[in-house]
């Protein structure tokens, strides 16, 4: 997260008027256990221009490479 905002800050004030998507993914296979991380992806949007959150992507249960591939949260993404 630290190196999206570090490369997106000379610019940020450009950003107006986007809409946002989520897409999370990890280990566990409990959605809430992600609720910090998508704060932080919150807070970072609050000093942009009329930001719009469109939609949360939980791909929770991803231990390994392929863990999500065919399943429904790959569908959605």
Do not use: C, H, W
Request: net charge positive; proline share 3%; no cysteine.
């Amino acid at each position: 997260m630290k190196t999206l905002i570090d490369r997106i800050y000379p610019r940020y004030m450009e950003i107006k008027n986007k809409d946002f998507y989520f897409i999370v993914t990890a280990a566990v296979t409990i959605k809430q256990a992600l609720e910090q991380t998508i704060g932080g992806f919150r807070g970072f949007t609050l000093v942009l221009s009329r930001p719009k959150e469109k939609g949360i992507i939980y791909g929770t249960g991803a231990m390994n490479i392929g863990d999500i591939k065919g399943s429904s949260v790959m569908k959605e993404a």
